[in-house]
């Protein structure tokens, strides 16, 4: 879970992806991190679709459109892709409200531009994660329909009612409705239903066994279409207390505590994967991780039989308007990384569509440091253990597009947000700068393909502006440039993917209390590689104590990388050690 601006945006996950493994023939312990499996060994690269490419000229991007630049994508050496929802709705959450679960979206095409998208990622040996969205659906999924139809409905237990008669429910804090109120009056049969997102996404209701075999069978129908895995939305909140406990003053401040991995959810995890998981070659990953590492490490212990990665907010919740401690962001990557040393495993990312921009938020957009930075960055991502999922358009260095008009904004949550400071007379001003740094829309604008109108993006009017820098900030540009961002992102890409290492090599910080340079070594079988990362705008030197006299580089975004520890602004160098 984690927050996007006044409001608070949880995200759960689980995904799966499959990629073909290297250097196979070398087994290494059962169940341990160093058990070898392609989703381990996998680059994730993440398509919002919506906003990737629009081939039919609606505005839109759709399946044609990623299909049309499948070449591109394999070009970057990705082995997974992970879709962000393309099943029927009628967007109210951009997707993450389910109409149909087994049909396309309208914007998007049709089941024959997706049977065509998944063969031409398989031709490509790129695995297909889909995300899954089963703590809600649409309020206009025909299970709601007629849930919300009569008291006797077949469906009615599909969702969470409170009967008017009973009074009112006890408050639930929902993190997109305009008043954050998560229970909704729907007078045609006098009750409240739970919404913990918005008034279009009711809660499943995860106690009735009927629904969870209606999800297993919908991920059946994906799995055996041939799809490689199912990032988990928002799961950790699909177990509720239905005793409807009536919780202390101020719980939605910590609402987590109270929502996430309550109850039966691990029970329900491992009746997913017994009816579906493990019958099928499918990756899960698991959307947040709920209160503790505890908590995290049970969702994907092998051991327990339940999903295969988790994918900590904490890492990427850290920058704030006015930037960040390294120290705060060396101690959580460390962490997550002992929590897992030996079992389970992580995902590692800096942004994803719940974001703005990785470059804006951890490194900075202004032009003489942007590409440096977000080179630093990239850099970061591919050298340490954990899959790695990178955003698409971070590997141009696209910056937030920090909009200064409410007009510009599309994400319904921010907008109910932004009525609600309205209603309650919040600072207006303070919350517009907000929105700029880290509205989840500044991630979310067109893809920056070449510098022709609207980015090569679209022939129509874009569902969202394109960001007004796209003609220094295209792939066009880039691709005719050794150094640019873009080929750079694939040359750490191909380093991570040579490099078992890197992969499952031991992490160890070095220089802890270093307050600029963030410094570790990655080790595996006899081979040890040091990681060099300036995360400031100043040169500055790290003290590992280690002789780089006879160090190989293998990656750096100077031409002339550091010998000796003393960084240049933004300056990351990957070595082998001999
Ligand atoms: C997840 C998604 C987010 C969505 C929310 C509700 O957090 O990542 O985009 O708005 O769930 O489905």
């Known amino acids: 879970m984690r927050k996007l601006v006044f409001q608070t945006v949880i995200v759960i996950f689980a995904l799966t992806a499959g990629l073909g493994c290297r250097n196979e023939n070398k087994p290494m312990r059962d169940k341990d991190n160093n058990d070898r499996k392609w989703w381990k060994e996998a680059v994730v690269y993440q398509i919002y679709p919506r906003s990737f490419k629009d081939a039919n000229g609606d505005g839109v991007g759709d399946l044609k459109g990623i299909i049309s630049k499948l070449d591109y994508i394999k070009s970057l050496g990705v082995t997974a892709v992970w879709l962000n929802p393309i099943y029927s709705s009628p967007n109210d959450d951009n997707g993450y409200d389910v109409s149909d679960y087994r049909n396309i979206m309208k914007d998007f ?6 049977d065509a998208l998944l063969k031409g990622l398989h031709e490509r040996n790129i695995k297909l994660v889909m995300d899954l969205v089963v703590n809600h659906s649409s309020d206009e999924h025909k299970w709601f329909k007629q849930s919300r139809s009569s008291h006797t409905s077949p469906y009615r237990d599909y969702y969470h009612w409170w009967n008017a008669e009973r009074g009112t429910p006890p408050a639930r804090y929902s993190l997109f409705d305009v008043n954050h109120d998560a229970w909704r009056y729907d007078s045609l049969t006098k009750a409240y239903y739970l919404h913990y997102f918005s008034r279009k996404q009711p809660d499943l209701n995860w106690e009735n066994p009927k629904l969870r075999q209606e999800v297993y069978n919908i991920m059946k129908f994906w799995a055996d279409k041939g799809i490689d895995g199912f990032r988990l939305d928002a799961f950790g909140f699909a177990a509720k207390d239905t005793t409807w406990p009536v919780y202390p003053k101020g719980y939605e401040k910590e609402f987590s505590k109270y929502y996430a991995i309550q109850g039966h959810l691990h029970d329900y995890l491992k009746e997913m994967n017994s009816e579906v998981l493990s019958k099928y070659d499918v990756m899960s990953v698991a959307e947040g991780t709920g209160n503790t590492y505890k908590d995290a490490h049970d969702m994907v212990d092998a051991d327990r039989n339940e999903l295969n990665m988790a994918y900590p907010f904490e890492g990427v919740d850290i920058p704030k308007i ?6 705060h962001f060396k101690q959580v990557f460390s962490k997550w990384d002992s929590v897992f040393a030996k079992k389970g495993w992580l995902s590692v990312f800096l942004a994803n569509h719940d974001q703005a921009r990785m470059v804006s938020r951890f490194g900075s957009d202004d032009p003489k440091y942007r590409d440096l930075s977000s080179k630093m960055l990239t850099t970061f991502i591919m050298t340490m253990r954990g899959t790695p999922y ?23 949550a921010t907008l109910n947000e932004y009525q609600h400071q309205k209603n309650i007379g919040g600072n207006m001003q303070e919350f517009m700068k907000g929105l700029a740094f880290s509205c989840r829309d500044n991630g979310r604008t067109p893809f920056q393909w070449d510098e022709s109108t609207n980015s090569g993006f679209t022939t129509a009017t874009p569902w969202i502006k394109v960001n007004s820098n796209y003609k220094t900030i ?18 750490a890409v191909k380093l991570r993917k040579d490099n078992l290492v890197l992969v499952y090599g031991k ?5 802890k209390n270093n307050l600029d340079v963030y410094s570790y070594t990655r080790e595996l079988d006899g081979k040890k590689l040091l990681v060099l990362l300036n995360f400031k705008n100043y040169a500055a030197t790290a003290a590992t104590g280690l002789n780089l006299g006879k160090a190989k580089v293998l990656l750096g975004n100077y031409s002339d990388p550091s010998k000796n520890g003393t960084l240049l602004p933004y300056e990351a160098v990957v070595y082998e050690l001999q």
């Open 109 to 114: 095409g049709t089941m024959d531009d997706f």
């Open 322 to 327: 006015g930037g960040y401690s390294l120290m």
């Open 390 to 412: 990178y955003y698409n358009g971070d590997e141009l260095a696209m910056t937030n597009a920090g909009f200064t008009d409410i007009n510009d904004y599309r994400d319904k």
């Open 474 to 491: 295209n792939a066009a540009a880039q691709e005719k440039d050794p150094n640019s961002t873009l080929n750079y992102f694939r040359r």
């Open 507 to 511: 992490y160890t910080l070095l220089d």
